[in-house]
């Protein structure tokens, strides 16, 4: 069992930045892959950065540039680094953990993202 915890939400302005932050409990960390995603009302929900357990990384075409994801085994944490918001990026952020060798995946409540224009 994996518990995961988005945090880092709020509102801000176009061009402006934040950063999320997905802490996973209860596996070994190390062990843990990492995607973030997001969902507007109305839209499916859609990939916006993955990292392994391994250190691969992948990024949504919308994000790409904009977006740093990276990770912190000592804090269990990763990290979505979001810069150049734009308004279209608005949505509630989920995390999403999978343990290696496991099918098993473990979804966040997520973080609102809101970014005015």
């Known amino acids: 069992q994996v518990h995961v915890v988005e945090s880092g939400g709020g509102l801000v302005q176009a061009g402006g930045s934040l950063r999320l932050s997905c802490a996973a409990s209860?596996?070994?960390?190390?062990?843990?892959?990492i995607g973030w995603y997001r969902q507007a009302p109305g839209k499916q929900r859609e990939l916006v950065a993955v990292?392994?357990?391994?250190?691969?990384?992948e990024y949504g075409d919308s994000v790409k540039g904009r977006f740093t994801i990276s990770r912190d085994n000592a804090k269990m944490t990763v990290y979505l680094q979001m810069n150049s918001l734009k308004p279209e990026d608005t949505a509630r952020y989920y995390c999403?953990?999978?343990?290696?060798?496991?099918?098993?995946?473990?979804w966040g409540q997520g973080t609102q993202v809101t970014v005015s224009s």
């Open positions: 990292i392994s357990s391994g250190g691969t990384i």
């Open positions: 209860g596996s070994t960390f190390s062990d843990i892959s």
């Open positions: 999403k953990a999978k343990r290696r060798f496991y099918a098993t995946t473990y």
